[in-house]
């Protein structure tokens, strides 16, 4: 049964995001999207890094064969960065720019599957119009548009087997889920989970080893799963409304770490820290960018 969470990091991120377990690391690294910050929690010895960027990250895989980071910059440009302890970080090469036609957008959330392709959202960045698109990634840098209309695209997550992608429209408090052909293409688009108002907006997502689908409720203070089928099975409430992500981490994945955001929530103590809980359940090996997971 999962437990309550408790503060590990009073990190203060205005928009802590996309949180990411490095197992070369044995560390959890995230992304401070309104505070252009990458922050890093060793979970063997508690340490801290951070990093200041001048274009923000909106999220972060490891490049599969070790050589750092790929992150999706507000720019809407994915690039190769180097992140070491006490530097600068460097960005290495670009590797794909989305959307040039459109300066309102930013990127969103993005994952890498098991494959080692990348899944990303677009959005508009007042949150308001439609403009916001969801994009395949291949190994080789090609971007290919897989589906459209969304306010707040947000955390994809991908099923234990790698045949179903989750994908949300925060603003739309709806969870949508497709089938992933062999090829990369998306289909049977489906409504997997609706979120009433008073559950707050649908924003991160991770798996759990058995399908269980881990939802980080913005403005609703919890993050809760979900069974395969969409039925609710449990809900963990933390101590601030801005709930934004989370992941599994640690050498047995079985330690949960969730995201949050002081962004509008300047009264709440707690507002933007990184949390952990035992969720009492494994989740699923992270996946890295460029080639399939081994
Ligand atoms: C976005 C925020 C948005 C929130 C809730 C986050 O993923 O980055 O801009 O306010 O989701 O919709
Ligand atoms: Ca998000």
């Known amino acids: 049964m999962a437990q309550e969470a408790r503060c590990v990091w009073q990190a203060r991120a205005l928009l802590g995001e996309g949180p990411l377990w490095s197992p070369r690391q044995d560390a959890v690294y995230f992304v401070d999207i309104r505070g252009s910050r990458i922050l890093r929690h060793g979970l063997s010895d508690a340490s801290q890094g951070v ?3 001048d ?3 909106c999220w972060l895989v490891e490049s599969a064969d070790g050589d750092g980071f790929i992150a999706g910059l507000r720019s809407r440009r994915v690039v190769r960065l180097r992140l070491e302890p006490g530097q600068t970080a460097v ?3 670009e590797i794909a720019r989305i959307e040039s036609d459109r300066p309102g957008n930013r990127l969103n959330d993005g994952k890498a599957d098991v494959q080692g392709r990348l899944w990303v959202g677009s959005m508009d960045d007042s949150e308001e119009a439609p403009a916001g698109s969801f994009y395949r990634i291949d190994s080789d840098g090609a971007v290919t548009r897989v589906d459209g209309g969304y306010t707040v695209a947000n955390g994809p997550a991908l ?3 790698g ?5 949300t429209d925060s ?3 709806t969870v949508y889920a497709f089938d992933i052909g062999a090829d990369g293409s998306l289909s049977g688009k489906r409504v997997h989970i609706r979120f009433g108002e008073d559950d707050g907006y649908p ?3 991770t798996c759990d080893a058995e399908g269980g689908l881990w939802i980080a409720h913005w403005d609703g203070a919890r993050v809760s799963r979900f069974h395969p089928d969409g039925r609710l099975d ?3 409430a933390l101590p601030v409304s801005r709930v934004t992500s989370c992941v599994f981490a640690g050498p047995d994945l079985d330690r949960l770490f969730i995201t949050t955001a002081a962004h509008g929530r300047e009264e709440e103590p707690l507002a933007g820290s990184l949390f952990e809980c035992d969720p009492g359940v494994r989740g699923l090996p992270p996946c890295g960018f460029g080639s399939p997971r081994s």
């Open 159 to 161: 099923s234990p087997d």
């Open 171 to 173: 603003a739309a408090r």
């Open 163 to 167: 045949r179903t992608i989750y994908h």
């Open 234 to 236: 449990r809900v963990l």
């Open 91 to 93: 960005i290495v090469a």
């Open 203 to 205: 924003d991160g997502m």
């Open 51 to 53: 990093w200041e960027l």
């Open 55 to 57: 274009d923000a990250a």
